[in-house]
């Protein structure tokens, strides 16, 4: 007989008295991916005795562009007409929704404002350090939707498939637990590629300073980023009902330009690196 993991667990952490705000998991795990994020990136800074000014504001652009560019791409990419007539939901983030690749596009945004203003550099120059600890964060998001109970996969008869609680919302307000039948853990999976990925570039940077060679970390990135999420999408369910006659769902839709993306920005690094070795 085949023996699943039943996932139980509540996404609130707990309640602060007197306001009762509840404080959910999926926030620490945000802000705990945030604070070892900057503590990646500034020791990069001190490796390379950067300015410490650039470091401020790169960390408050990232925590601006990342947190705003997700919501939209959620709102935008997922459900426009929902959010279309329902606006003030908009800012709602804590009910959750937010979008991956609305994120990345909103830290490119902030790169290129960052690059522009303040360093003067290329915009490689900054993604080959910033992605070390974007990695991090992704993987720590992932596990918040885990405990959120979201984003998980179709029906499986793997030993490792998860039973997740349908009814999660209801549930708090008193109602019996409605379970899923066993599901991939795609949370899970995602999450172990994104860790990956992160100690992968962290290695070319560390070991190996392959940020020498402008944009073969990033590229690397993007390419381990966008084909794994991409891969991982045919065995999660339908997030949204206009993807269910879709031959490729939003998600890989959305991975195809960054897959490129990353192909063409490692090329050209791996001809830097040639160049000068």
């Given at each position: 007989?085949?023996?699943?993991?039943?996932?139980?667990?509540?996404?609130?952490?707990?309640?602060?008295?007197?306001?009762?705000?509840?404080?959910?998991?999926?926030?620490?795990?945000?802000?705990?991916?945030?604070?070892?994020?900057?503590?990646?990136?500034?020791?990069?800074?001190?490796?390379?005795?950067?300015?410490?000014?650039?470091?401020d504001k790169l960390f408050i652009y990232i925590i601006i562009s990342s947190t705003i560019g997700s919501r939209l791409g959620h709102c935008i990419f997922y459900n426009p007409n929902y959010y279309l007539q329902n606006p003030i939901n908009i800012i709602k983030?804590?009910?959750?929704?937010?979008?991956?690749?609305?994120?990345?596009?909103?830290?490119?945004?902030?790169?290129?404002?960052?690059?522009?203003?303040?360093?003067?550099?290329?915009?490689?120059?900054?993604?080959?350090?910033?992605?070390?600890?974007?990695?991090?964060?992704?993987?720590?998001?992932?596990?918040?939707?885990?405990?959120?109970?979201?984003?998980?996969?179709?029906?499986?008869?793997?030993?490792?498939?998860?039973?997740?609680?349908?009814?999660?919302?209801?549930?708090?307000?008193?109602?019996?637990?409605?379970?899923?039948?066993?599901?991939?853990?795609?949370?899970?999976?995602?999450?172990?590629?994104?860790?990956?990925?992160?100690?992968?570039?962290?290695?070319?940077?560390?070991?190996?300073?392959?940020?020498?060679?402008?944009?073969?970390?990033?590229?690397?990135?993007?390419?381990?980023?966008?084909?794994?999420?991409?891969?991982?999408?045919?065995?999660?369910?339908?997030?949204?009902?206009?993807?269910?006659?879709?031959?490729?769902?939003?998600?890989?839709?959305?991975?195809?330009?960054?897959?490129?993306?990353?192909?063409?920005?490692?090329?050209?690094?791996?001809?830097?690196?040639?160049?000068?070795?």
């Amino acid at each position: 007989m085949l023996s699943f993991i039943v996932w139980k667990i509540d996404p609130i952490a707990f309640t602060i008295p007197l306001i009762e705000r509840e404080i959910r998991w999926y926030g620490i795990a945000f802000a705990t991916g945030f604070a070892i994020g900057s503590w990646i990136v500034q020791k990069i800074w001190e490796k390379e005795k950067l300015s410490e000014i650039w470091f401020d504001k790169l960390f408050i652009y990232i925590i601006i562009s990342s947190t705003i560019g997700s919501r939209l791409g959620h709102c935008i990419f997922y459900n426009p007409n929902y959010y279309l007539q329902n606006p003030i939901n908009i800012i709602k983030i804590w009910e959750g929704g937010l979008s991956s690749h609305g994120g990345t596009i909103g830290i490119i945004i902030a790169v290129w404002i960052f690059s522009k203003k303040i360093t003067h550099k290329s915009m490689l120059w900054t993604f080959d350090r910033l992605v070390i600890p974007v990695g991090f964060v992704a993987f720590l998001i992932r596990i918040g939707n885990l405990i959120n109970h979201e984003i998980y996969g179709q029906q499986t008869n793997v030993p490792w498939a998860f039973v997740f609680i349908k009814n999660l919302t209801y549930v708090h307000q008193g109602m019996n637990p409605i379970f899923t039948e066993p599901s991939h853990p795609t949370q899970l999976y995602e999450a172990f590629f994104y860790a990956l990925t992160a100690c992968l570039c962290l290695w070319m940077y560390w070991k190996k300073k392959y940020y020498m060679y402008q944009g073969l970390i990033f590229g690397i990135f993007l390419i381990c980023i966008f084909f794994s999420r991409f891969l991982i999408e045919f065995y999660k369910n339908v997030q949204e009902p206009f993807e269910k006659n879709m031959i490729l769902n939003m998600g890989q839709l959305l991975s195809i330009p960054f897959i490129i993306a990353g192909i063409y920005i490692t090329y050209k690094g791996l001809k830097l690196k040639n160049k000068t070795t």
